[in-house]
T-cell receptor, first 111, second 116 residues
């Protein structure tokens, strides 16, 4: 079955800097890769997703890149703000069924 | 859009009690709902998938008689933890998906279950 690894587990950046979180997946059949932001005591919130027929997708300060050959995808957050502080999860699945989540990255943005 | 409401947000009860958690899609019809479990500072683990009007499909290792799932309508799914014990204490989160297999999953805010 699918296995998703996520790095780093914690990331601290200064406000205004960029943050990058990386994930690798094992099942080449996976074709859907969402990123979720989870704040303390809340459920995950979808922030961006990418499908296997696309190499890059951007939404304002957030971008995701996908390398199907290497089976890895990354989340890029530019101009970070304190409100970006949260736990970020990547996931992989075949279509949008059975999401397999990474282990999470705790992002702290210091003012 | 795509709001998923989960209730209750927190429940504390005695060992042996059965607890029901509701998951509602407020502004869309959820043909499929998913139930996850999350331990402190850990990732989300899929417990089961339910389609409206059908029996839920449970992941390996999840006891279907312990975790009863009902998806009776396109906007409501329930998870009942039967005869709960302290080891069932966890954060339970549902997600809902409208339309087909290309629609994203939207999550509720979870239910923190504590069994004394």
């Amino acid at each position: 079955g699918e296995n998703v690894e996520q790095h780093p587990s914690t990331l601290s950046v200064q406000e205004g800097d960029s943050a990058v979180i990386k994930c690798t997946y094992s099942d080449s059949a996976s074709n859907y890769f969402p990123w979720y932001k989870q704040e303390l005591g809340k459920g995950p919130q979808l922030i961006i997703d990418i499908r296997s027929n696309v190499g890059e997708k951007k939404d304002q300060r957030i971008a995701v890149t996908l390398n199907k050959t290497a089976k890895h995808f990354s989340l890029h957050i530019t101009e970070t703000q304190p409100e970006d502080s949260a736990v970020y999860f990547c996931a992989a699945s075949l279509y949008t069924d059975k999401l397999i989540f990474g282990t999470g990255t705790r992002l702290q943005v210091f003012p | 859009g795509a709001v998923v409401s989960q209730h209750p947000s927190r429940v504390i009860c005695k060992s042996g009690t059965s607890v029901k958690i509701e998951c509602r899609s407020l502004d869309f019809q959820a043909t499929t709902m998913f139930w996850y479990r999350q331990f402190p500072k850990k990732s989300l683990m899929l417990m089961a998938t339910s389609n409206e009007g059908s029996k839920a499909t449970y992941e390996q290792g999840v006891e279907k008689d312990k975790f009863l799932i009902n998806h009776a309508s396109l906007t409501l799914s329930t998870l009942t933890v039967t005869s709960a014990h302290p080891e069932d204490s966890s954060f339970y989160i549902c997600s809902a998906r409208g339309g087909g297999i290309n629609q994203p999953q939207h999550f509720g805010d979870g239910t923190r279950l504590s069994i004394l």
